[in-house]
């Protein structure tokens, strides 16, 4: 088993912080992603570029801390891609999240067995459009953000997972 989280509101509700992140990773969490509160706690800006574990949106503009994907061992051997990119509707403003998505997908191609994206976005019909978008290259989309589990899972043709939104715990 390989689990990722999002835990861009795991601070008091707001952002993270390197304790919260630190509990989290030692609860067994593999991998954490995040969304547009990434930032809401200062300390943020530099434990997202030491911890490798967390993401933030890859198509966050050039420059910003961090990074948005990676390929971690899960435990049974399996190489795993995790891309965290960020929708562009109802959102602050960010670089293309489908052209994003298609450059780190061939980044990690040939690298990963499973790749695992985390959408964050705002509307279903954006998180809808990119999971058609990436059938048959991503393993999993999983749209975050809305904080309300969404019943529309599906396996689309080319065997791509997805999901409108996780949910939150």
């Not at 795993?80 to 109802?90: F, K, P, T």
Request: proline share 6%; charged share 20%; no cysteine.
């Amino acid at each position: 088993d390989f689990v990722v989280a999002n835990v861009e509101n795991a601070a008091g509700g707001f952002g993270i912080t390197r304790e919260t992140a630190e509990a989290i990773l030692a609860s067994g969490v593999h991998v954490m992603t995040t969304g547009n509160h990434v930032w809401d706690k200062k300390e943020a800006l530099d434990y997202v570029a030491r911890e490798p574990r967390l993401l933030r949106p890859l198509n966050y503009p050039p420059g910003a801390p961090g990074r948005g994907e990676g390929v971690w061992t899960a435990p049974d051997g399996t190489p795993v891609a995790v891309l965290n990119a960020m929708g562009r509707v109802h959102m602050p403003l960010v670089d293309d999240p489908f052209r994003a998505l298609d450059d780190a997908l061939a980044r990690v191609r040939g690298e990963a067995a499973i790749a695992i994206v985390d959408f964050h976005a705002e509307v279903t019909s954006e998180k809808i459009a990119l999971a058609w978008h990436l059938d048959g290259r991503a393993s999993l989309v999983a749209g975050t953000h809305t904080h309300v589990m969404t019943a529309d899972e599906r396996v689309l043709p080319g065997g791509t997972a997805a999901i409108t939104d996780v949910g939150m715990t």
